[in-house]
T-cell receptor, first 113, second 115 residues
Framework: GENVEQHPSTLSVQEGDSAVIKCTYS??????FPWYKQELGKRPQLIID?????GEKKDQRIAVTLNKTAKHFSLHITETQPEDSAVYFC????????????FGQGTTLQVKP | DTGVSQDPRHKITKRGQNVTFRCDPI?????LYWYRQTLGQGPEFLTY????????KSRLLSDRFSAERPKGSFSTLEIQRTEQGDSAMYLC?????????????FGSGTQLSVL
């Protein structure tokens, strides 16, 4: 079955710096790659996603890149702010197109003011 | 708040007791999912419904777990004879097809502690 590995598990950056989180997946048929942000004690929220026929997608300070050949996708946050501090999860449904997602282990991002 | 709501937010129970959680999805969403999340891990899929039909159950879901969605609206997840290993956050999500892809909207979860 599909397996998703996420790195790093923790990331600490200074406010204003960039942060990059990387995920690798095993199922070459995977076609959709969402990223979720979960603040302490709150629900996971979809922040950005990318489909397999697109290499990069941007939304303000957030971008996601996809390398299908290498089977990895990354979240890039530029000009980080303290409110970006949270746990970030990558996910994929594998070859299916349902809400049955396989999640990575999560990255705890701390942005120091 | 028109998002996914879950009740209760927290549940403390003694080992061996039964517990039931409720999830109310976003009203126009046909699919409803249950996930479990333990500390420091990503959510793990448990089961999902299309309207009232339960379409898939994870192998993680032991016989002590049962989920229902009787009228295709709210759902309940029951755990019988709870064990300490059941302690986790139980997340519910409903989904919508956006740009041809199914996207999940999560509730705030029910935190279960089994003593």
């Amino acid at each position: 079955g599909e397996n998703v590995e996420q790195h790093p598990s923790t990331l600490s950056v200074q406010e204003g710096d960039s942060a990059v989180i990387k995920c690798t997946y095993s199922d070459s048929a995977s076609n959709y790659f969402p990223w979720y942000k979960q603040e302490l004690g709150k629900r996971p929220q979809l922040i950005i996603d990318i489909r397999s026929n697109v290499g990069e997608k941007k939304d303000q300070r957030i971008a996601v890149t996809l390398n299908k050949t290498a089977k990895h996708f990354s979240l890039h946050i530029t000009e980080t702010q303290p409110e970006d501090s949270a746990v970030y999860f990558c996910a994929t449904p594998g070859s299916g197109n349902t809400g049955k997602l396989i999640f990575g282990q999560g990255t705890t991002l701390q942005v120091k003011p | 708040d028109t998002g996914v709501s879950q009740d209760p937010r927290h549940k403390i129970t003694k080992r061996g007791q039964n517990v039931t959680f409720r999830c109310d999805p976003i009203s126009e969403h046909n699919r409803l999912y249950w996930y479990r999340q333990t500390l420091g891990q990503g959510p793990e899929f448990l089961t999902y419904f299309q309207n009232e039909a339960q379409l898939e159950k994870s192998r993680l879901l032991s016989d002590r777990f049962s989920a229902e969605r009787p009228k295709g609206s709210f759902s309940t997840l029951e755990i019988q004879r709870t064990e300490q290993g059941d302690s986790a956050m139980y997340l519910c999500a409903s989904s919508s097809i956006i740009d041809s892809y199914e996207k999940l909207f999560f509730g705030s979860g029910t935190q279960l502690s089994v003593l």
